[in-house]
């Protein structure tokens, strides 16, 4: 079922595309990559002082650019971080090239899931529910139309989430 070059993970904040990701790439064998990890490693620096020191368009554009370079490669599981689809760009270079599933969850279990993270600097301040509601609204569509594929990850533990997906893969 998934014969493009890339397997890619796009989804909300907490929707698992890192631990799920990494299980799902072992499975498939595939090299994992997660892009905001890619990027600390690149910088030297941890996602809220890459927002800090450049903002969240610098962000972007380092994110613009690693997609960029990553999607010229091929046998990579890539975790993507929960904006990377807002760039029209990263949505050309993942359609393209990568097999695109979307990580469904719910607000409630995003807010599980990050429980009292801080490394999510669109969280930092203000309600953490409202604001992943207002992106939900905001950035649904935008996962949805991008999907060759849906995976209900609500509920489901690391390990199981990655079994049935990979099974459908
Ligand atoms: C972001 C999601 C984060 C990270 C950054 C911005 C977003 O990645 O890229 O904090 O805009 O939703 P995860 O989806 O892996 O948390």
Known sequence: MNPAP???????????????????????????VDCDHRLEEVTGAAVPLIFECEGEAGFRARE??????????????????GGAVLAEANRKQLAGRGFVVHLQVSVAQQIE?????RSRPLLAVGDKRAKL??????????????ADLAFDADGLTVAIAAERLGALL
């Open 6 to 32: 890339n397997l890619v993970l796009i989804g909300p904040m907490g929707a698992g595309k890192t631990s799920i990701g990494k299980r799902l790439a072992a499975r498939l064998g595939l090299a994992f």
């Open 64 to 81: 613009t650019a690693l997609i960029a370079e990553l999607m010229r490669g091929r046998g990579q599981l890539i975790a993507t971080g």
């Open 113 to 117: 899931r990050l429980g009292r993270d």
């Open 133 to 146: 509601e207002s992106l939900a609204v905001e950035r649904g569509p935008i996962y949805r139309d991008l």
